[in-house]
């Protein structure tokens, strides 16, 4: 019987690394004007949108930090539980609740703010989360942070 010898093609390390390269695309940060607003004859969300949005988001977070830490930094600083007279105590408690509901609401808010740059980085931002349906600039220019359209948002507070 005559050997059989089996011989294996070998395949080029080249044509494996083209097949598996691809293109990548650099986006060109988008730079816009401080008095640019929005306009509906522009495209929905278009790159001037969402750098507008993420820019208002990102400066009233800020705002919002900066007013909470000065809050309660004046407020550990204000002191008058000690006070002998027990209205004066009271009226103190009452103010520092009021103030730290307050607090606790703006932590609320920037939370909220933090999930719209999110849903702007993962380009859903201006898309209502049931219906996915476009929010709207107005509303959106009236409440960055919205995440229904008007009619889901009616929904979802009669529910």
Known sequence: MPKTIKTKKKVSKAKAKKAIKT??????????????????AEKYMCEKHKVYFKIKLQEWRKELVKANNE???????????????????????????????????????????????????DETYGYCLDTAEPIGLKRLMARPVAKYTIAAQEKHEKN
């Open 23 to 40: 293109k990548e695309i650099k986006k060109v940060p988008i730079k816009i004007s401080k008095t640019y607003i929005p306009k509906n």
């Open 71 to 121: 809050a309660l930094y004046n407020g550990s600083m204000d002191d008058n539980s000690i006070s002998a007279d027990i209205v004066d105590q009271a009226s103190s408690y009452t103010d520092k609740n009021v103030e730290m509901k307050a607090i606790n609401r703006q932590i609320k808010l920037i939370s909220e703010i933090d999930k719209a740059l999110l849903r702007i980085k």
